[in-house]
């Protein structure tokens, strides 16, 4: 019998020992770079001349790993040896799936600071965040694994039937594809991975681009803990070449993606269509972003708002899906939550994270991004008025550093208002009354997190009424959802709303079978 599910600690970064072992995981981690990973179809490591870098933000010219660029035959490959080990794997029992995960959970435990370390790298994530993202990662393991034994026979859930002895099991699908992003490399690719394997499918597991090395990093923890080779084959390359192939291959039975409107929207139309030689309509578990809102009344903690909004907008610059990229500040109290917002905003240290942990925010991803969130300030600089920041940061690195940036008094209906940015851009938009913020609130495409402050009950009872978003947080930021205690995943544009870390998310990976025996 397993204890209940406990969230996993964060590091307190208050004791010396825990710097001293953190700083220790990076120097060790940094040690390790420049290596050729290979792809990993049917257990074969194949490593291929055309090759593409992965490389750290701060510093571009540092190489994180080399990394192979798959094609569309290396997917046909890894499908056929997922199919060929899916006739095996789903009929592992539950206890043994759940045992393998468990372990995976306790090794990643023993190596937390290292696949922190191995972040603060490759995507330039702080200390405090990229610990946060590995303690997630583990938190998903450990919960999936008993959610698992929880709904593998729900036979208990059916109505007594005297004539008959009638059970209710969940199995597996298939094959899925797994596309994670480079945001939450550890947490969200470790998620998806664990949620298919656990439940008995086999996966092709193709992680971003920009963040291969963490993806490789897991897998092979999953090998080494017993997940078979055959049953999670690793690839990398082009999303537009790979995972397009995955995603339309008439043997993939499921995809899970979190990533852009854009693509998700692509991939949701994909998986619709059925192709040559497919007997099932795929399922398309998607999380596809946000522009997520933080509304201010005039009765709340103006200090604790304050402090909500600098951390749900510029914790890891912005580039999260749950960012509160919007702060809606009802008049009375919008000039002096400005102001304060701009004197917190203006001390905040940006620079490599791996130069300490009083760096609260590192660089944007990668080149492309640094262009988008930049043309997005050239688009607000028409929409608003600019407050702070508004600049990169040039550095002798040559490191996609943008500061963080806030705009006063931008229409509830700009683009910097409405469209996600995924940067350190901030949109202060100013509302007559409550009434007036929530309809702002609910104004854009997406649906995902927002966040409201304020002291009146009957405002926060109407808010959780028609504050349409799937996240929704009261005097606290928009960002951190806890698994097994905020299931996480949002409406409209920002999804299917499939509750990632929930007690329904399994059963995403799963198709309900009915089996009844006259007696």
Request: net charge negative; with cysteine.
């Amino acid at each position: 019998m397993l204890p209940p599910f406990k969230n996993e600690a964060l590091t307190d970064f208050s004791q010396p020992e825990n710097v001293a072992a953190f700083q220790a995981a990076l120097d060790s981690v940094k040690n390790k770079l420049g290596k050729t990973y290979p792809l990993v179809i049917n257990g074969e490591e194949i490593l291929l001349d055309d090759t593409f870098e992965s490389v750290n933000p701060s510093r571009p010219n540092e190489v994180i790993g080399y990394f192979a660029n798959g094609s569309a035959a290396h997917v046909d490959r890894a499908v056929e040896a997922a199919t060929e080990a899916f006739k095996s794997w789903q009929y592992t029992s539950p206890q043994e799936r759940t045992d393998i995960i468990l372990k995976v959970a306790a090794k990643l435990r023993e190596r937390k600071h290292e696949f922190s370390a191995l972040m603060v790298l490759e995507v330039g994530k702080s200390w405090v965040e990229a610990d946060a993202d590995t303690a997630e990662a583990i938190d998903f393991l450990e919960y999936y694994a008993r959610q698992n034994l929880r709904i593998a026979d729900s036979s208990d859930q059916l109505a007594d039937y005297e004539p008959e002895d009638n059970r209710l099991v969940y199995i597996p699908l298939g094959v899925g594809a797994i596309i994670p992003p480079w945001n939450f490399p550890v947490a969200i690719p470790t998620g998806m991975l664990s949620a298919s394997l656990v439940t008995g499918n086999t996966v092709v597991f193709k992680p971003a681009e920009q963040s291969p090395t963490c993806g490789y990093w897991i897998a092979e923890l999953m090998w080494e803990c017993g997940i078979p080779r055959d049953a999670l084959n690793f690839l990398t390359g082009p999303g537009e070449v790979v995972g397009a192939r995955m995603v339309e291959h008439p043997q993939t039975r499921f995809v899970s993606f979190t990533g852009s409107r854009e693509v998700g929207v692509q991939i949701y139309e994909t998986a619709s269509k059925v192709q040559p030689g497919q007997k099932w309509l795929k399922r398309a578990i998607l999380e596809m972003g946000g522009k997520d809102a933080v509304v201010v009344d005039e009765t709340a903690d103006i200090d604790n708002a304050v402090d909500g909004i600098l951390k749900s907008a510029f914790g890891f610059q912005g580039q999260k899906c749950s960012a509160g990229s919007r702060a809606i500040i009802v008049a009375s109290v919008y000039d002096t939550i400005a102001e304060k917002l701009v004197a917190a905003a203006q001390n905040l240290r940006v620079d490599a994270p791996d130069k300490g942990l009083d760096v609260y925010m590192g660089p944007v991803i990668d080149a492309d991004a640094k262009k988008k969130i930049t043309d997005y300030i050239a688009i607000g600089r028409n929409e608003g008025e600019l407050l702070l920041g508004g600049n990169t940061i040039d550095t002798d690195t040559g490191g996609y550093f943008i500061a963080p940036t806030i705009f006063s008094n931008v229409p509830g209906d700009a683009r910097i208002a409405k469209e996600e940015i995924f940067g350190p851009v901030l949109s202060l938009v100013r509302a007559k009354d409550f009434d007036e913020a929530l309809e702002i609130a609910n104004s854009t495409e997406y649906g995902l997190t927002g966040s409201v402050y304020s002291s009146d009950a009957d405002r926060l009872d109407r808010a959780a009424r028609e504050f349409y978003v799937g996240n929704l947080y009261f005097n606290r930021p928009c960002t951190g959802a806890l698994v097994g205690i905020h299931p996480f995943g949002g409406f409209n544009m920002s999804g299917t709303d499939s509750k990632a870390g929930g007690p329904d998310y399994l059963l995403l990976y799963t198709q309900a079978k009915s089996i009844a025996l006259r007696r």
